[in-house]
């Protein structure tokens, strides 16, 4: 019986200190950036809702970045603001339909 323990407790030790060993990060370390805003090399804040609703081209920039790669973009703060921006207009311009026209 002494001998059987001897020979397992060694191999259980190995199989503990090697259980962590291959596994794989959740988050990839090359996953893209959020989708750039500026041509400049340092970081930028990102943008407000009322800023994507001023900018519309910049806000469809942002969109097709974020629809293109949305497992890796679609919860980064520029795409949930350009998001809740594209809503925001597209709810004023039904009201606008609605009143007949933009005031």
């Given at each position: 019986?002494?001998?059987?323990?001897?020979?397992?407790?060694?191999?259980?030790?190995?199989v503990?200190?090697?259980?962590?060993?291959?596994?794989?990060?959740?988050?990839?370390?090359?996953?893209?950036?959020?989708?750039?805003?500026?041509?400049?090399?340092?970081?930028?804040?990102?943008?407000?809702?009322?800023?994507?609703?001023?900018?519309?081209?910049?806000?469809?920039?942002?969109?097709?970045?974020?629809?293109?790669?949305?497992?890796?973009?679609s919860?980064?703060?520029?795409?949930?603001?350009?998001?809740?921006?594209r809503?925001?207009?597209?709810?004023?311009?039904m009201k606008?339909a609605?009143?007949?026209?933009?005031k």
């Amino acid at each position: 019986m002494k001998h059987k323990f001897s020979c397992i407790f060694p191999a259980l030790i190995a199989v503990v200190l090697l259980t962590g060993c291959g596994k794989e990060e959740t988050q990839p370390k090359d996953a893209p950036a959020p989708p750039a805003t500026s041509d400049t090399a340092s970081p930028t804040p990102e943008k407000t809702v009322s800023w994507f609703m001023s900018n519309r081209e910049e806000m469809k920039r942002i969109l097709k970045a974020c629809k293109d790669n949305p497992g890796a973009l679609s919860k980064t703060p520029d795409c949930v603001n350009a998001n809740a921006a594209r809503d925001k207009l597209i709810v004023q311009e039904m009201k606008d339909a609605v009143k007949g026209g933009p005031k």
